[in-house]
């Protein structure tokens, strides 16, 4: 048995299947993984989170340990509620994990980190707020639902009431507690939403009232589709600790200015420009009949090149889908290794999907 998030007996009394996810017991899927999908790219869906992890970090070094702590700046951070998304390194440029922090005030961020690797994180973090006096609270009073689609925004509010109105005036990637909840307009499916913070006595009804709203119930299957579709990568598929970001298609969250800023793993990101990249995080979009899969082999002329680190089947485009990290060098059409078949390929720039609009020619 795993861990269980406190929804763990709705999502059986809902007739999901559960499944093993890093160490916890989550639903799948409901029913039809395709229309739990299709329900967020095209009215609003919601995902039980609160396997992952909050932390509050508190102190009045606080914004002078993030910095440090983090590949990107905090210091970009000026309004209360605002997040920012950023890889968390070690010292050899390595992503130990990709979280989201959220300034609330200058002694008081926080951060929600992945569920498979909540308790190295928590144990990284520890040992380096030590030196900056920061503590660092595990939330597990917590449960999180994330509410997604192009409806999502409206029925949330519609739910929880008038307490939480401003929400809807959120701007993107900022939260604010309202009603008792904190609301973020945050997610991980390429589409508008909320993620709600809210007291894990609580989750239970709320999901309920969700549902009873017209939230469709969405299991981890329909979140990876939609996250892939979206080109969002997933840690321990698309990057870990033996992968910078510079070489996952995330050198977009490392701040390398103000040069005199230090933060872990700076050093080996800098010596890496220096030598020039040889790998390349690229986009596939299959031609030929099959699926794409994680750890498939990507050939170029005859050799292999790279490999699939996250593939799929896209409902939205209805065509097979993949992030693979091939050499800089690579382009245009290449062949994937599908059970000693060679597929052919094309690479493309993601995202593939975002708000429910194919971003790529088919």
Known sequence: MGLRTPLYDTHVAAGARMVDFGGWDMPVNYGSQIDEHHAVRRDAGMFDVSHMCALDLTGSRTREFLRYLLANDVAKLKTAGKALYSCMLNEQGGVIDDLIVYYMHDSWFRMVVNAGTRDKDIAWIRQQAIAFSVEVKVRDDLAMIAVQG?????????????????????????????????????????????????????????WRTFHAAGIAQCGLGARDTLRLEAGMNLYG??????????????????????????????????????????????????????????HQPVIVEGQPNGEITSGTFSPTLERSIALARVSVAAQGSVKVDIRGKHLVARIVSYPFVRNGKACIEL
């Open 150 to 206: 192009p409806n999502a925004r409206s029925k949330v509010v519609s739910v929880l009431g008038e307490a939480t109105q401003s929400a809807l005036e959120l701007k993107i990637f900022s939260g604010a507690e309202l009603g008792g909840y904190f609301i973020a307009r945050t997610g991980y499916t390429g589409e508008d939403g909320f993620e709600v913070l809210l007291p894990k006595e609580d989750v239970a009804q709320t």
């Open 237 to 294: 598929n698309d990057m870990d600790e033996a992968q910078s970001p510079l070489e996952s298609g995330l050198a977009w969250t490392v701040a390398f200015e103000p040069t005199e800023r230090n933060f872990i793993g700076r050093a080996s990101l800098e010596a890496q420009q220096r030598a020039g990249l040889s790998r390349k995080m690229v986009g596939l979009l299959l031609e030929d009949r099959g699926v794409l899969r994680s």
